[in-house]
Each structure stands twice: as structure tokens, then as C-alpha cells.
């Protein structure tokens, strides 16, 4: 298409060649000839990967317009910081110290601190390589290949449907808790719904349409808004940090661990949640002014902070109170109120709905990039890969995680989302490391295939050792010969790995000590994937299942085209330049 009639066009179009120009889908003949060959077709996918080039410029122009690059490392900061720190910190807290942790809380956020830290370091190495809107999703489609990248992608659409749908119910119970004792009083109850889902909730429904319409808005106007309300909150933290300690009182921290260390490693796979929202600062590196300076600040330089003020929160907590006397649903808000501040209730609560706020709105500007770039991939309809001319910002992709999300938190309560989320942002992390050592170690057309096996192997004792000590763990068998075995293996596995040479060096920014701190932040989050329960592992199956079979009725068939579709393009303008070198 050429660009007059590109801009005849408008944003807003309905045709079915919008949502599915594929050949495979004109009609149902081409369909089921496309559904014949799905079994080549997909072993076809699973062993391509897709390129830098691809994933930043060819990929692009399914946008028809360019987003804005308007960001810097002061947005990027406190971007990360408006959603990280939401309600997690003031929820959690108490309730782990008190069942699970005891003063000892305070090694649980930094153990999951330090696992979320790592990831942090994966993703800022990819993204100021590959400043593109599909964050984990674009890195993986490059280092693993089509097939790993879509069932990423389906968790990414799971984990910002039930995530936003999830921040939605809590804002709804902290703003009624503000006013009544009934976490309920704003929700409806309809009779003839199964339990979970009987409880209506329009106050979440237009707290997600507001933060996603400012998001709509303008990247600039939103990242404004999130910085000013992110400061405030910061304020009142530092606040709540100066009473706490000043009323502490180092007795209570004894005994340090009263659960021992399994209560340690339980209550780190819980609070872990409160570290999660970083990655959508990755999405936002199509956006930043200079990804190579302002990445490195803005992510992994604000989750080292946020990581320091978590300890202390907890911190503060364990010396205001006895861990058996925390208040297990209001820890905070309780504590202050026996030292006279009943008045903190408020503060905190206004705190936590702050922070639910920038979450869902930082999430909704992270959420929809994702979109736009599997729009762009035509995993989904191209449709939702477009970006407004006027706003810059990919307003269909961010319509579609408002309807998907308002629906689930109009029905859905907060345990039936939870227990959804946990697996799959955890099975991404754990891609993520898996691909950055991919990418170290593995250039097509440049590693032997005597190095890959060796790289293959190491990467099989890495991760089964890490399964091995899991389960160990999980079987509560108290053995230690199992996890020396499995620690053994996993040091053998990353040395082995060691001993091989990087065929790729980062040309702005690196994690340091390649393999190790990707060895170990695949370790910590397959350790706290079997920190989870059974049902997570069972409603995380049936989600990648239903994913698999919309793949292989749909997104392999769209994708498959597109690929081959550049290729020929690609053919078609070498053999152009090579006639038109030898006419000169």
C-alpha cells in the first residue's frame, strides 16, 4: 500500500481485512487448506526465530503511525515506582509476619527483592538492545522462537486481564473500607451466579475505564500524572518510615525467626507480588528519547530503591509490634492506631488507593504495548496494532484490555483472579533469563554446533537441578542430601556454561557476571513457582490449553503467512538491487 492511500485511511475502520488480510482467511476454502497443512506449518514456527530487524522496522509500519518518543529517565523511574508499589506492601506485610515470617519478613522481601532485581537485569539488557513496544514478548520471539513467544504472549494477555481486573476489586474494597466496615457495600449481589462470580463490581469497572482513557490520552500526560501522584506517595511513605522507627522497639524482632526458614522462603513466594509491574516500564523503551541511558536508570536503578524502602516498611512494622500482635488485614493502620494515630488509617488507605491507581495506570500503558506488538505480529488481529495519529499511543489495543479487564472485575472476586496471575508472571521471568543466556551464548551462523550441544546440556542441568531442589523442597522430605545434590549440579551446569565463549556482547548495557545471575534468577523463580499451590498449576494448564488451540487454529496460520510474506518482499528487493547494480 502505497502512503497517499495510507493516509486516506482512517483509524477507526471495521472491515474484515482489517482484523484478518491474511491469505489463510479469505475465504473458507483458503482456511481449510491452511488448517491441512497446520502439522508443517508449525513445526515450521517452532523452529524460526524472528530478528531485531524484524521486531524494530518491518514489524512498525503495521502501526501505520509512529509513537511518540517523549520519555526520559526521570519518567521511566517513577513510572516503575508508580507501578510497583502499589497496595501489596500494606497488604501483605502483616499478614506474612504474622502466619508465616515473623520479624524475619524483612529477608522474605529481600530474597524476593533480589529475584526480582535479576529479572530487572534481564529485561533491561533486552530492551536497550531492542527498544520495541513488546517487551518479553518481542525478546523471546527473537531468542526462542514463534511458539515460546505466543504462549508468553498468552500469559501477558492473561496476566494484564486478571491483573487490572484484580486492581480494580481492591481499589473498590479500600475505598469502601475508608467509609463502611463492609469491603462489599459498593458491590451487588446476583442471585443465580456461582459463588466467585456473584458479587458485581461498576466501581472497578469505571476505575479501569478512567486510567485506561488518560492512558489513551498521551504517554506524556499519563507518565505527568503518575510522577506527581508517585511523589506524593513517596512522601507519605518516608512519613510513615519516621513514626514507625520512632516508635520501634528492637525487643520485638526476637525471636528473628520463629517459623525457621521454610516460614522465610513461604512468605517470599506471597510478597514477591508486591515486586511485580516492572516489566511494563520495558514496553515503554519505544518511547524513551535514549533507551541505552535512560533504561539502565529508570528500571533496574528504581527497583534497587524500591527493593531498600520494601525492607524497611517491613521493617518498621516488626519494631512498632510483636509479630503474634500484627493485625493480619490492617497491619499499618492498626499499629499506628495503638500509639494514638488512629488518623494513619486514612493516611494509609489514601496511600494504598494512590498506589493501586498509578499501578493500573502505569499497567494500562504497558498492557496495551504489549498488544500492539503481538497485534503486530498478527498473533491477534493487526487491528489492534494501530497507533492514533494525533495521541501517539495505540488506542485499540488499550481498548481491548478495558473491555477484557472491566468484564472480569465486574464478576470476578479477588481470589479467583489471584490465584491465576501468580504462575504465569513467574513462567515469563523465567523465559526471560533463559533467553538472555540464549542470547550470550547463541548467534545463527556463528556458534558450532559443538559449542551449541554443550550450551543445550548445560542449560538441561541448569534447570533440572533447579526442578530437582524445588522438589525437594515441595515434598518437605527435610533431607539435605537432596539439596546439596541439586546445588551441586546447578554450580556445575552454569560453570559449565562459563567455560564456553560469549558469541554476543551487549553494545550498551549488560547484566554483569553472564551465566551466573541468569542461572540464579531461573533458579529463585522456578523455586517460587513451587512455592505455589496445585490449583494455580491446574487453572495455569487449562489457560496454556486453550492458548495452544487458538494457535493452532488461528495464530500459526496468520503468522506463518506474514513471515513468508517479508521473505518474498525481501527477495524482491535484493533481486531489484542486484539488476539495478548491474545496469550501473
Known sequence: MDAQNLERRSYWRWSKRDFYPEESFVNFASYGKALSQTWPRLRDRILTRSTQSKELVELKKESENEMKRCLNWWDLIWLCFGSVVGSGIFVLTGQEAHDHAGPAIVLSY????????????CYTEFAVEIP??????SYLRIELGDFIAFIAAGNILLEAIVGAAGLGRSWTSYFTSMIKNDPDFFRFHAKGLPEGFNLLDPMAVAVLVVANSIAMAGTKQASCLNWIGSVISAGVIVLILAIGFSHGHVSNLNPFLPYGASGVFTAAAVVYWSYTGFDMV????????KPSRDIPIGLAGSMIVITVVYCLMALALTTMQKYTEIDR??????????IGMKW????????ALKGMTTSLLVGALGQARYMTQIARSHMIPPWFSLVHPKTGTPINATLLITVLSAV?????????LSSVLSLSTLFIFMLMSIALLVRRYYVKGETPKSDLGKFLVCLF???ASCIGGTAVWASNSGGWIGYVVAVVFWFLGTIGMQLLPQRRVPQFWGIPLVPYLPSLSIAMNIFLIGSLGA????????????????YLLVGLHATYDVAHHIAQESKIEDGKENVDHGLS
Open 132 to 137: 520495541v513496544a513488546g517487551g518479553s514478548f
Open 110 to 121: 529481600a530474597i524476593s527483592g533480589l529475584s526480582a532485581l535479576l529479572s530487572a537485569f
Open 461 to 463: 542441568v541448569i534447570v
Open 282 to 289: 520495558a514496553t515503554m523503551a519505544e518511547e524513551t528519547k
Open 329 to 338: 488485614n490492617a497491619a499499618y493502620s492498626v499499629a499506628f492506631s495503638r
Open 344 to 351: 494513619a488509617k486514612y493516611v494509609v488507605s489514601i496511600c
Open 535 to 550: 490449583e494455580a498449576f491446574w487453572r495455569f494448564f487449562i489457560c496454556t490449553v486453550v492458548m495452544i488451540v487458538y
Open 408 to 416: 472480569a472485575a465486574f464478576f470476578s472476586s479477588l481470589d479467583v
